[in-house]
């Protein structure tokens, strides 16, 4: 059974910084892609970033490039979203996702977490 199990989101004030981490489980963690998308409330999920198998391609949204970092350890089957700089805009669910290839497409992502909640206000 595959498990994604999002960690690390919190209350933060603007201009703080977080670290999300996102444990994988039952499967070949370094075979996938991995996603980050966040979810406000009453908005739809949109993306903010995406890791490549090997971790050595990112790609980010507009509104979080050059604050949010995504990385990855294989050995460990986890993946990381460093973001800095927050703002209240970012305060959403954050979810991790995976892939079987490099995507910015929520359908393209075959498994799910279930979410961690950033809260960015002071």
């Known amino acids: 059974q595959v498990r994604l199990v999002e960690s690390g989101g919190g209350l933060v004030l603007p201009g703080g910084s977080l670290r999300l981490s996102c444990a994988a489980s039952g499967l070949t963690f370094s075979t996938f892609a991995m996603g980050w998308f966040r979810q406000a409330p009453g908005q739809e999920r949109e993306f903010v970033a995406t890791?490549?198998?090997?971790?050595?391609?990112?790609y980010y949204a507009g509104s979080v490039k050059s604050r949010f970092t995504a990385s990855r350890d294989n050995a460990e089957n986890t993946v990381y979203l460093q973001m800095d700089s927050l703002k209240p805009d970012d305060t959403a669910v954050y979810h991790c996702?995976?892939?079987?290839?490099?995507?910015?497409?929520?359908?393209?992502?075959?498994?799910w977490g279930q979410g961690t909640q950033v809260i960015v206000s002071s």
């Open positions: 996702a995976a892939a079987p290839g490099i995507s910015t497409a929520a359908y393209d992502y075959r498994y």
């Open positions: 890791i490549s198998r090997s971790g050595g391609s990112t």
